[in-house]
């Protein structure tokens, strides 16, 4: 049984970074990165496919860089200038089929439990 498993998470000042992985997911499936704030909807981030091929959300596009390690089935989540808004609950999640690219949290099999990160001076 698939286990996804985030870790890096935790409380950084606005312009800090932080790398977050994720773990336990099934062979070749893309996995993608989604947030969620209190009281708002979850959100995609970025996906990447079995391949490598990367996709991002315009809103993180070039302040998050997600990547693949296949020997290790780790998936990372690097995020830079991190500011108070980026404050969420941070999840991975695994799709066997479909477009690697349509970011929405329907379209994904399974979620991990989350990590949480939290932007503040």
Not at 75 to 94: H, I, K
């Amino acid at each position: 049984q698939v286990r996804l498993m985030e870790s890096g998470g935790g409380s950084v000042q606005p312009g800090g970074n932080l790398r977050l992985s994720c773990t336990g997911f099934g062979d070749g499936d893309c996995i993608g990165w989604f947030r969620q704030a209190p009281g708002k909807e979850r959100e995609g981030l970025a996906s990447i496919g079995g391949s490598g091929w990367e996709n991002y959300a315009e809103y993180v596009r070039g302040r998050f860089t997600i990547s693949r390690v296949s020997a290790n089935y780790t998936v990372y989540l690097q995020m830079n200038s991190l500011q108070p808004e980026d404050t969420a609950m941070y999840y991975c999640a695994g799709k066997r089929r479909g477009n690697c690219g349509y970011l929405m949290a329907g379209t994904f099999d399974y979620f991990g439990r989350g990590t949480q990160v939290t932007v503040s001076s």
